[in-house]
């Protein structure tokens, strides 16, 4: 493996920790490693399951919870929204 081979699969490992420890977004995520949601989906969703299987079923199970709760957290942003004008 070429050394940025074994560097991006680092950050996929370190990323994917940290949406299992913290139950973050992939918006947050993206954020927190100044990447785009699409690349830390990309990661997690087509990269990890090759780079360790037992991984991706946990981030796929934060995921899975994430997708399932966002339209409260919508809600909840339009809410305060409103109530702050």
């Known amino acids: 493996m070429t050394k940025p081979k074994v560097e991006k699969q680092q ?3 370190e990323i994917s920790k940290e949406c299992i420890k ?4 992939v918006r947050e995520l993206g954020e927190k490693y100044s990447v785009s949601k699409s690349t830390v989906h990309k990661y997690l969703t087509e990269y990890l399951p090759e780079i360790s299987g037992k991984l991706a079923k946990e981030v796929r199970k934060v995921m899975d919870k994430n997708k399932a709760e966002r339209h409260i957290r919508g809600g909840e942003a339009t809410r305060a929204r409103y109530l702050n004008q």
């Not at 913290?22 to 977004?25: K, L, V």
């Open 11 to 13: 950050r996929i490992i």
């Open 22 to 25: 913290t139950g973050a977004t």
